[in-house]
């Protein structure tokens, strides 16, 4: 496999890919490891403890092993604009773990009826899970490219790894090369940029706002919230001193200068003074006094709500007493 594509492809990733084939393994996975029961546990004990005490067969046999990461297949969708390929969406395929085929059948109704809701998207290529593409799955790209010639594969990598920063995604081309004389086709890395829309975006915050399922508190997702504030600042800290670090070594001659990156580096750098116009303190200030005013009066109303409630029990208490003693309310 080669470490980068040559082709000049430029691929757009949406978000609605990423969570589609996440949805995708999550539901196949917890069809395959459903929840125990505490009944069949118990019952799964006490046959483990039987068969231990009777043979040295049976309690070998009452464990089972742990049942490899499913894969899941399906279809991307998209739109191709002259070297740029847009991925919007995809769709689940049915497949074959004999003999490592899909099913044509239903991979042609799936088409025809995302033609019928979007006449403007066309089958890129197809996804998977696993930490690496496998031998096999060249079968299946293969057998795609009578409905495009150079399909793409785009692979999720469904193992949790806290040490890495990238998405887990990876998207392979196909080209071909001459090995030992016979020409093969392989798969090479193809980069990738996250492209979103609008609706996309507010789904994304959405789904990243919802309430933790184990009924976590208020306080819970403040933390998680700040902590990947944290995260996002530490992360964009350390890449702002390695390009400084970078830029300090071009300078005293330790390393080749790039007028590309530099060239990128100016760029980015002239975004900052605009930051900095007098317009932008006039507006920054501006929302600061209205957020600071609103903030004023909703004090100001819980204040007064309060006094009034106060006042209502001192009406009441006092009205009593006045009952009592012959004495009207004065407030």
């Known amino acids: 496999m080669s470490s980068s594509s040559s082709s000049g492809l430029t691929f757009k990733l949406h978000p609605l890919v990423i969570v589609n084939i996440s949805d995708h393994y999550t539901r196949v996975k917890s069809q395959m490891n459903p929840p125990v029961s505490s009944t069949a546990t118990t019952s799964s004990s006490s046959t483990t403890t039987n068969n231990s005490n009777g043979s040295g067969d049976g309690g070998v046999t009452a464990v089972s092993a742990a049942a490899p990461p499913p894969r899941v297949y399906g279809c991307v969708i998209g739109v191709q604009r002259g070297r740029i390929v847009e991925i919007f969406n995809?769709?689940?395929?049915?497949?074959?773990?004999?003999?490592?085929?899909?099913?044509?059948?239903?991979?042609?109704?799936?088409?025809?009826?995302?033609?019928?809701?979007?006449?403007?998207?066309?089958?890129?290529?197809?996804?998977?899970?696993?930490?690496?593409?496998?031998?096999?799955?060249?079968?299946?790209?293969?057998?795609?490219?009578?409905?495009?010639?150079?399909?793409v594969y785009v692979l999720l990598n469904p193992l949790i790894n806290p040490a890495q920063k990238d998405l887990p995604v990876t998207i392979y081309e196909s080209e071909l090369h001459v090995i030992d004389g016979i020409p093969q086709l392989i798969f090479v890395r193809s980069s990738y940029t996250i492209e979103t829309v609008e609706?996309?975006?507010?789904?994304?915050?959405?789904?990243?706002?919802?309430?933790?399922?184990?009924?976590?508190?208020?306080?819970?997702?403040?933390?998680?919230?700040?902590?990947?504030?944290?995260?996002?600042?530490?992360?964009?800290?350390?890449?702002?001193?390695?390009?400084?670090?970078?830029?300090?070594?071009?300078?005293?001659?330790?390393?080749?200068?790039?007028?590309?990156?530099?060239?990128?580096?100016?760029?980015l750098l002239r975004r900052l003074p605009a930051i900095e116009s007098e317009k932008f303190q006039d507006d920054f200030l501006m929302e600061y006094n209205d957020?600071?005013?609103?903030?004023?009066?909703?004090?100001?109303?819980?204040?007064?709500?309060?006094?009034?409630?106060?006042?209502?029990?001192?009406?009441?208490?006092?009205?009593?007493?006045?009952?009592?003693?012959?004495?009207?309310?004065?407030?």
């Not at 009034?308 to 407030?331: C, M, P, Q, W």
């Open 199 to 267: 609706a996309e975006r507010i789904s994304v915050d959405h789904v990243a706002h919802l309430k933790p399922s184990d009924g976590g508190s208020a306080a819970t997702q403040l933390a998680a919230h700040l902590t990947s504030i944290h995260s996002a600042i530490k992360m964009l800290n350390s890449r702002i001193r390695v390009l400084h670090h970078y830029l300090v070594a071009m300078q005293k001659g330790e390393i080749p200068c790039e007028n590309s990156l530099l060239r990128q580096v100016s760029s």
């Open 90 to 151: 995809s769709f689940e395929l049915l497949y074959d773990p004999v003999t490592h085929s899909l099913d044509r059948a239903f991979l042609e109704k799936k088409q025809e009826l995302y033609k019928k809701v979007f006449p403007h998207f066309y089958i890129l290529g197809w996804y998977s899970t696993g930490s690496d593409a496998e031998e096999f799955d060249m079968h299946i790209h293969k057998a795609l490219m009578d409905i495009n010639e150079s399909p």
């Open 291 to 331: 957020t600071l005013l609103i903030t004023y009066l909703a004090m100001f109303t819980n204040c007064s709500s309060t006094m009034n409630e106060l006042v209502d029990k001192f009406n009441t208490a006092y009205d009593r007493h006045s009952r009592r003693g012959g004495r009207t309310a004065f407030i």
